[in-house]
């Protein structure tokens, strides 16, 4: 009987690990490095040394870590305070004639004695003309009061301070009234029949106030529009030229006319004022001197 030899199986997890042995030999050969033709060099383990090397971190040249610094050690800033120069600002209040000094007269009020000298004219001449009639001096308690200019209609007074002025009581005969503006509410239209703003201002005197001294000019009577209030009471003749028959019961207001003036010293203590003019019809001229103390 012919020898038979028996080989042994190996088994399967052996052959794995032998296969996977085998692969790592070759791999750490690999590693090792070969130079040209196949030649094992030495520069591949040299190099790896030397990359080590210096990758490692010398001890001779490390830094010393600084302390970090306490807080009473840190310099504590000192703040020095510094002066400018105040630039003045402009003032912003609207100029008017007088300057702000006038707006502390507003709401003043005055009181005195007038005393008045009036000369009467009438056109009894043989030839018509003007001439001289009759000349009268009296006296009389006045009154002249300041308050903020008047607005109405979308205007404002451009004087420095609204005026009025009054000596005497209205119906008395000699009593003289000035009234430097007026804001119009009565009517629509005028005598002539044109529309007029009912809230129409107007301006009848125009007013210079500087350092207390008064310039006042009645510039327009406002008699178009009739609503004067700018008056001298004083009566007519029953008949014009006949004084002998006896004068009108009552007084006769007349509109006082453009260029009378108003003048003289006028401050937040008294005042001591001059007023000259005449009316609108010739009839009358008038001179008066106010003294008043601001109340």
């Known amino acids: 009987m012919a020898a038979m030899t028996r080989v042994r199986r190996v088994p399967t997890v052996v052959r794995v690990r032998l296969v996977a042995t085998v692969c790592a030999g070759l791999l750490c050969a690999s590693l090792a490095g070969c130079g040209n033709d196949g030649a094992p060099t030495a520069d591949a383990s040299t190099a790896s040394a030397g990359t080590l090397a210096s990758a490692a ?83 009389m308690d006045s009154t002249l009061d300041l308050s903020s200019p008047d607005s109405g209609g979308g205007q404002t007074e451009s004087n420095p301070f609204s005026m009025v002025f009054s000596a005497g009581l209205p119906s008395q005969t000699g009593a003289v009234s000035f009234r430097s503006s007026s804001v119009s509410t009565v009517s629509s239209q005028d005598l002539a029949g044109n529309y007029r703003d009912p809230n129409l201002l107007l301006t009848y005197w125009d007013i210079d106030w500087s350092g207390g001294e008064l310039d006042a000019r009645l ?77």
């Open 57 to 139: 971190p010398s001890s001779a040249t490390a830094s010393t870590p600084e302390p970090t610094p306490s807080a009473s050690d840190v310099a504590t800033p000192t703040w020095t305070p510094t002066t400018e120069e105040a630039v003045p600002v402009a003032s912003e209040e609207p100029a008017q004639a007088g300057g702000s000094e006038a707006s502390a007269l507003w709401g003043k009020g005055y009181r005195g004695t007038a005393s008045v000298s009036v000369d009467i004219h009438d056109y009894c001449s043989t030839d018509g003309s003007r001439r001289l009639a009759d000349s009268r001096t009296y006296s």
């Open 219 to 295: 510039t327009d009577p406002h008699a178009r529009e009739a609503i004067v209030l700018n008056l001298f009471n004083w009566p007519g003749l029953l008949v014009p030229c006949r004084s002998d028959l006896g004068q009108m019961p009552g007084g006769f207001p007349r509109v006082l006319a453009s260029g009378t003036t108003f003048t003289g010293r006028l401050d937040g203590s008294g005042a001591s004022l001059t007023a000259e003019g005449g009316t609108v019809d010739g009839m009358v001229a008038f001179r008066f001197t106010f003294e008043g103390t601001a109340s």
